[in-house]
């Protein structure tokens, strides 16, 4: 019996397999170009491999990959319209990798220029071992920038203003209607909405206050500090 118990936990020590997952994209302004890793780890020797980078909006491109443990093992990385593929040309495998590391970079840019907007998700992974067997591949959730909006603007009509404000108020005291983008209610970006909000808009509007937190209230852009608040619709950055 105890035999067996040895060689039964053997079995689930030695699981075999792959798991890739999104890194965060960061996003560069200069170039209107985004990055972002392809985190891995492996319990097996990989030879090669492939996988999809799915956008969920029309606007995503995904234009290179380079670099990451492949890449400092030599492996030609290349991409199709919508496939990420390396391998080695000398059969060099990539060792096993206990800890999150970086299997390669991918680089994306947007038809309009502006910064990547929804999710991007790592579909059909194939990889295959130095026998060219395919490794069982587990991949992470998607990643979501969230959405973009102006920060202040919290009825949604473009501009901030003193209507921003008492449409705040209207929400928080009177039953009024939620903004239809929480995040950019949220002036102060301390990931709630309540009445300090609603006095930093009105220190912004007329007593020289400092604006509402990036991306503030005339360029759109992201929440850069994550929370519970919600931007399920904000329309006029799009
Ligand atoms: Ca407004
Ligand atoms: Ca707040
Ligand atoms: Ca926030």
Redesign the pocket.
């Known amino acids: 019996m105890l035999i067996f118990a040895a060689v039964s936990t053997d079995r689930l020590a030695a699981q075999p397999g792959v798991s890739i997952e999104m890194g965060s994209l960061t996003w560069d302004p200069a170039t209107g170009t985004g990055v972002f890793p392809v985190l891995f780890t492996s319990n097996e020797l990989i030879a090669g491999f492939q996988f999809d980078v799915v956008f969920d909006t029309p606007t995503g491109i995904l234009s290179d990959a380079c670099c990451g443990v492949a890449g400092s093992l030599g492996y030609d990385i290349g991409t199709g319209s919508t496939t990420v593929l390396g391998f080695s040309i000398t059969l060099t495998p990539i060792p096993p990798v206990p800890a999150a590391q970086t299997l390669v970079e991918v680089t994306i840019s947007t038809t309009n220029g502006l910064p990547y907007n929804g999710t991007i998700c790592l579909e059909n992974p194939v990889f295959a071992d130095p026998n060219a067997n395919s490794i069982v591949t587990n991949v992470g959730p998607c990643w979501d920038s969230g959405s973009i909006f102006r920060r202040g603007?919290?009825?949604?009509?473009?501009?901030?203003?003193l209507?921003?404000t008492i449409y705040q108020l209207a929400f928080l005291f009177t039953a009024g209607p939620a903004g239809p983008c929480r995040d950019a209610c949220d002036t102060n970006d301390d990931g709630s909405e309540n009445l300090g909000d609603a006095i930093y808009s009105l220190a912004a509007l007329f007593s020289g206050g400092p604006p509402p937190i990036a991306p503030g209230p005339v360029d759109c852009g992201p929440d850069d500090t994550s929370d519970a608040l919600d931007c399920e619709s904000y329309l006029n950055c799009n």
Do not use: M
């Open positions: 603007d919290c009825n949604g009509d473009l501009v901030f203003n209507a921003d």
